[in-house]
């Protein structure tokens, strides 16, 4: 009772100061609370980036250095973007096995429409974006107007949607975008300005402080627990030190990529309508609880169809990506690991397999996994199966923390 009086009496920090009993130590306390009752969230997967960049170091001092940091950054991009549609479904609580194969359709489609018959490149970007779209309202009303499950509809769009991909490329199985399109340059040559990386990073951080206090304040007027002041300080403190070192590091190099600032956003965006919209939280409504939420008067087959449609739709998006960043889209866009190291990282960066659980920053941090320990091996030189391996001992273990979370959380319900 004392902790949530603190709380709310923080909303205007009550002129404690930054280590005021309702400031620092109350937070820390939180945190602990939390972690005792099971919500772990991305604390696991956190301390494993800490753990394979230092053991990757040791092995090889290249590992952390500037550039292949950078070229590590600008590689989490196009799967990165997919698995922030796979953190949706999953949200739900449901899955979508076909994100590789409809990123691959949609490279597909962008490269025919732009290069073979020479539509203006906006106009190809929308076509491969409209196809993912479509494809997700496809498995959305299969799945709310049948209640077919969503492993099948998904695992049969998967090999239909691949099917598609090569009928698209024709013959040649390959189609080049040339290399002086701007979507080719925006993937692979844009860099930020030094001094504009900075301003991002400032930016960044004052619309996280204005979000907090916005937060804290609705949740203090309410009589809820929130935030104070002191603790919104040293959390916008230290992302900012976070993101000024790393944007300074990147630069010793070639500098922030483009690219990635645009992962970057779309994580931001896709944080923001989950944390502060109505839509947002009628997913989380949805992915605990159906039912629950159908009494609620939540729309339950808008919320799935919607979700669905952003999936597959950033899933065509990682396409786009993953095709500019080669210049090319083949028969094999798409397909390899694609759709796997996006479901991983989903799972992998904290999102509940069983809904209702999880972040945007899943797909953030899951990536960042999946590619330091691709990078990590690769400088070892190292061959693909080893990846394959280390990749699904760490998945497993992510399921595994999932499980006893769950379990310690249903424990602590009980007690």
């Known amino acids: 009772m004392s902790l949530a009086g603190d709380e709310v009496a923080g909303g205007d920090d009550g002129g404690r100061g930054l280590f005021g009993s309702g400031g620092v130590r109350a937070g820390l306390a939180m945190f602990a609370a939390r972690l005792r009752g099971g919500d772990l969230g991305a604390v696991p997967a956190v301390l494993g980036i800490a753990v394979i960049w230092l053991v990757f170091q040791l092995i090889n001092p290249v590992f952390l250095s500037s550039e292949n ?109 040339p290399f002086d399109s701007w979507i080719v340059q925006f993937a692979q040559q844009m860099y930020l300005p030094a001094w504009a990386s900075y301003v991002v990073a400032v930016l960044a951080v004052a619309a996280f402080a204005w979000s907090l206090i916005r937060r804290a304040q609705r949740r203090a007027s309410a009589y809820l627990v929130s935030q104070s002041y002191s603790q919104i300080a040293l959390r916008s403190a230290a992302l900012l030190v976070f993101l000024v070192v790393a944007a300074w590091y990147l630069n010793l190099y070639r500098g922030v990529g483009v690219m990635f600032v645009f992962f970057l956003v779309l994580v931001v965006v896709a944080n923001f ?32 169809l919607s979700v669905f449609a952003l999936c597959s739709t950033l899933a065509a998006a990682g396409g786009i990506l993953a095709a500019a960043r080669l210049a090319s889209a083949n028969q094999s866009s798409g397909t390899g690991d694609v759709n796997l190291n996006a479901i991983a990282a989903a799972v992998i960066g904290g999102t509940s397999l069983f809904g209702g659980r999880g972040s ?48 310690t959380r249903a424990a602590s319900g009980r007690a």
Request: glycine share 12%; charged share 10%.
């Open 273 to 304: 309508a989950l944390t502060r919209t109505r839509w947002g939280r009628s997913v989380y409504a949805v992915g605990g609880s159906v039912e629950a939420a159908r009494r609620a008067g939540i729309r339950v087959e808008r919320i799935y």
């Open 69 to 177: 940091l950078g070229n590590l950054a600008m590689q989490c991009a196009a799967i990165g973007t997919i698995a922030l549609g796979v953190v949706l479904v999953l949200l739900l609580g449901e899955i979508d096995l076909s994100v590789g194969s409809v990123s691959g359709l949609a490279a597909a489609v962008l490269a025919v429409t732009f290069v073979q018959l020479q539509w203006p490149l906006v106009f190809a970007l929308l076509a491969a974006l409209a196809i993912g779209c479509l494809v997700g309202l496809l498995y959305g009303y299969l799945f709310t107007r049948f209640g077919l499950p969503s492993f099948v509809i998904t695992l049969a769009g998967l090999l239909g949607f691949l099917g598609l991909q090569l009928w698209v490329l024709g013959e040649t199985g390959s189609i080049g975008i």
């Open 360 to 407: 945007a920053y899943s797909a953030l941090i899951g990536i960042v996994v999946i590619q330091s320990i691709s990078s990590g091996l690769t400088l070892m030189n190292l061959d693909s199966y080893v990846q394959f391996m280390v990749t699904g001992v760490v998945l497993v273990l992510a399921v595994i923390v999932d499980s006893i979370s769950r379990r």
